[in-house]
């Protein structure tokens, strides 16, 4: 398997620019996450969906984000408008919801964005 | 809400010794999953290693192994024998339970010197 994949891997923008984010889970995995990394706050929890759905969408900082999931392979995060303090490294990450047993979540590379 | 803690933002240690990075975390679930991540100046996500709080024993992965201390909320991870290729930030995590999210602590940056 190709693992997670995230497109595209560094974007640079200026501010009041609309950016996507693309996220492809890996194949049978049925839950999606969006997490945010900066300096300042490290690593949160933005969205998540189970079964394409979403569960929590508490981290999303404003109207500004969106994510959507339209299928079980694609999801994308949208920030319309960028502002410069959304510059920070995007992951996407992919697991396998089972309560009986535990299933590692796996990350993408990650997307650096950076908002001039 | 869970939180987790590193208190440690950074460490060094030489070639072939141990090192031990510390975290706490606050929950009142009884049961969860606990983890160490690393990651490296490719900032790849890595899981190092993953303890279950249903579990006594602790955690161990060839180098890598936990103290895992469920009463006082303290997990911490020993590097043995450590190597140049150790050098990293390592995040701790909490979840819940498969399809929840892991809520990570700040990080602790471990550089291995020669």
């Known amino acids: 398997d190709a693992g997670v994949i995230q497109s595209p891997r560094h974007e640079v923008t200026e501010m009041g620019q609309e950016v996507t984010l693309r996220c492809k889970p890996i194949?049978?995995?049925?839950?999606l996450f969006w997490y945010r990394q900066t300096m300042m706050r490290g690593l949160e929890l933005l969205i998540y969906?189970?079964?394409?759905?979403?569960?929590?969408d508490s981290g999303m900082p404003e109207d500004r984000f969106s994510a959507k999931m339209p299928n079980a392979s694609f999801s994308t995060l949208k920030i319309q408008p960028s502002e410069p303090r959304d510059s920070a490294v995007y992951f996407c990450?992919?697991?396998?919801?089972?309560?009986?047993?535990?299933?590692?979540?796996?990350f993408g590379p990650g997307t650096r964005l950076t908002v001039l | 809400a869970q939180t987790v803690t590193q208190s440690q933002p950074e460490m060094s240690v030489q070639e072939a010794e141990t090192v031990t990075l510390s975290c706490t975390y606050d929950?009142?679930?009884?049961?969860?999953?606990l983890f160490w991540y690393k990651q490296p100046p490719s900032r790849q996500m890595i899981l190092v290693i993953r303890?279950?709080?249903?579990?006594?024993q602790n955690a161990t992965e060839n180098r890598f192994s936990v103290n895992f201390q469920k009463a006082a909320k303290s997990f911490s991870l020993k590097i043995s024998d450590s190597q140049l290729g150790d050098t990293a930030m390592y995040f701790c995590?909490?979840?819940?339970?498969?399809?929840?999210?892991?809520?990570f602590g700040k990080g602790t940056s471990l550089l291995v010197t020669p």
């Open positions: 990450a992919s697991s396998l919801k089972d309560l009986s047993s535990y299933n590692e979540q796996f």
């Open positions: 194949s049978g995995h049925n839950s």
């Open positions: 969906f189970n079964n394409n759905v979403p569960i929590d």
């Open positions: 929950t009142s679930e009884n049961n969860y999953y």
């Open positions: 303890q279950e709080a249903y579990k006594q």
């Open positions: 995590a909490f979840t819940r339970n498969s399809g929840y999210a892991l809520n």
